[in-house]
């Protein structure tokens, strides 16, 4: 028998499940002391009994945390309320269904607030995860579902999923993710990886389906996928809605890496991804030109194709392409027909296949004209979480196609990360961190205006602010007078007196702000 204690004492509520028991604290606000202390008991160690014991002891105004200690809990969960689900990490707390339903079913009941599941492993299910209004997936591990299985199927709301993994059965009809609205016009929409512009890296989202789909998205839905490495499944993605991908990588596809379908809504704009060594790289079944948008990437060494059917060389943009025609004549989208000279595409172990650039790549600091206003949307981070703009061979900064910033040495441009906390007050404090002691540092700033109007790369009319510095931070910076704004810069100095420029929040060598009131 578990036993689940309820204390009634400030904003929230916690579970804590312990070895075959529970405890429960229902929490009310400062201004209500809460000299109230419930108790009641739980048969055994069932999740679900005590996610029930929170939707009747808690208002549902209140936020509700169930913690589950480690060990394999076998059941079906569903979290009608707002709530926390936290194990301690995959495998260590495992849900597993009978095959018989979702393991995780998150229902539209109505009710505001969001869903969060943390540091669990979900296997056993037609589906891991069933849901139908928002909820947000923390280290994550969707396992194993039934043959034909979907690993996430989102019906409604937005599902977030910025760290994890999802590995479904070895079966043709399997997905990894699938987006799948029931209600016209609502919206329905998956984020999947971690590179967002303002948070912080963590690891890629790998998604494993081998012979299924790694993510589909239905005509209605939407994706976000950024900082995601989808390998060896049968198709990677699939497109029958609106797709976004940043700093992807889609490789070894038995059938195809990208398949935009035929309906009119169907639309995919990618921008620093590689799509190499699938049988088709991208088949493109729309006739409606901004179906696909494909920037600053690599699409090389697909056994039947880079790209079939509709797909068109005005759909690439300063793009490296295994076909000739996109780069003949005057070639006004700038792309290459090159070898990209990957570290290992040919590893006989798919997964040890290596699709960084090599320091020699022909590749390096290509994608053109990338300066701070051309960065608006795009990843500030490549796959690895390595910062963008490492200008390797540019006396600017400049960075290289594909999913990956070329490996190496560190260059002054960014060895010392990205300056993060701009914000134009009184105080302003720029910060950053140094992992190269050959570097010293220099901090300048830049006046612009009226806000919008691109700065550029104007390094020479700068102002120093302070100098030889060994790193960050640096604080009490002048806000921009009324009508016009600032921009700083750091500014690098290695051993050899070569210069370079750290990017800020933006992902850019400078960073501007609101216009004072």
Avoid at 19 to 36: F, V
Avoid at 241 to 256: A, H, N, Y
Avoid at 352 to 370: F, K, M, V
Avoid at 475 to 485: E, H, Q, T, W
């Amino acid at each position: 028998m578990g036993r689940i204690q309820c204390s009634i004492v400030f904003a929230g509520l916690t579970i804590l499940f312990a070895s075959g028991s529970a405890r429960a604290q229902c929490l009310l606000p400062p201004e209500n002391p809460g000299n109230c202390v419930q108790q009641a008991s739980v048969a055994g160690s069932s999740i679900q009994a005590a996610v029930d014991f929170v939707t009747s002891c808690c208002p549902a105004s209140r936020d509700a945390v169930v913690y589950v200690s480690d060990g394999i809990f076998f059941e079906h969960v569903s979290l009608r309320r707002s709530i926390t689900l936290a194990g301690l990490g995959n495998p260590t707390t495992v849900i597993e269904g009978d095959s018989t339903g979702p393991v995780v079913d998150i229902p539209d009941t109505g009710a505001s607030g969001i869903v969060t599941l943390a540091g669990l492993e979900l296997r056993g299910g037609t589906e891991c995860i069933r849901a139908s209004r928002n909820a947000l997936l923390e280290n994550v591990l969707i396992s194993q579902t039934t043959q034909g299985g979907i690993g996430i199927h989102v019906l409604a709301g937005e599902v977030s999923f910025p760290e994890g993994s999802i590995t479904v059965a070895a079966d043709p009809g399997s997905t990894g993710v699938l987006v799948a609205p029931v209600v016209a016009g609502r919206p329905t929409r998956v984020i999947l990886g971690t590179n967002l512009p303002g948070s912080p890296y963590r690891p890629p989202l790998i998604i494993q389906v081998p012979s299924g789909v790694g993510v589909r998205v239905l005509q209605g839905g939407s994706a976000d996928l950024t900082g995601c490495e989808i390998r060896g499944a049968g198709m990677g993605v699939v497109v029958e809605g609106q797709v976004t991908m940043r700093s992807c990588l889609i490789s070894d596809s038995s059938v195809v890496g990208l398949r935009i379908e035929s309906n009119p809504e169907a639309m995919l704009g990618a921008s620093f991804c590689t799509i190499a060594k699938n049988e088709i790289g991208i088949r493109n079944l729309s006739t409606v030109p901004a179906s696909l948008s494909f920037k600053y990437g690599i699409v090389w060494a697909n056994s039947l194709g880079d790209y079939t059917d509709r797909t068109a060389c005005d759909q690439f943009f300063h793009s490296d392409l295994g076909v000739a025609e996109c780069s003949a004549g005057a070639n006004p989208n700038q792309n290459l027909e090159v070898d990209p000279e990957f570290m290992d595409a040919t590893n006989s172990d798919i997964p040890l296949r290596d699709y960084h650039l090599t320091p020699a790549s022909p590749l390096l600091d290509l994608s053109e004209g990338i300066f701070p206003s051309d960065f608006t949307g795009d990843p500030c981070k490549d796959l690895d979480g390595t910062p963008r703009l490492k200008n390797a061979t540019a006396s600017a900064p400049i960075s290289d196609l594909g999913a990956y910033e070329a490996s190496g040495p560190p260059n002054p441009g960014t060895s010392a990360g990205d300056v993060t906390g701009v914000v134009f007050t009184d105080a302003t404090t720029l910060d950053w961190y140094n992992n190269n002691p050959d570097l010293s540092f220099s901090v300048l700033r830049g006046t612009g205006g009226p806000a919008g109007v691109p700065l550029g790369y104007v390094l020479p009319a700068l102002v120093p602010i302070a100098q030889n510095l060994p790193g960050g931070p640096v604080s009490d910076l002048a806000s921009p007078p009324p009508g016009s704004f600032f921009y700083y810069v750091v500014y690098g100095i290695d051993s050899l007196q070569r210069p370079g420029t750290l990017g800020f929040a933006s992902c850019a060598e400078r960073s501007s702000g609101p216009i004072p009131p």
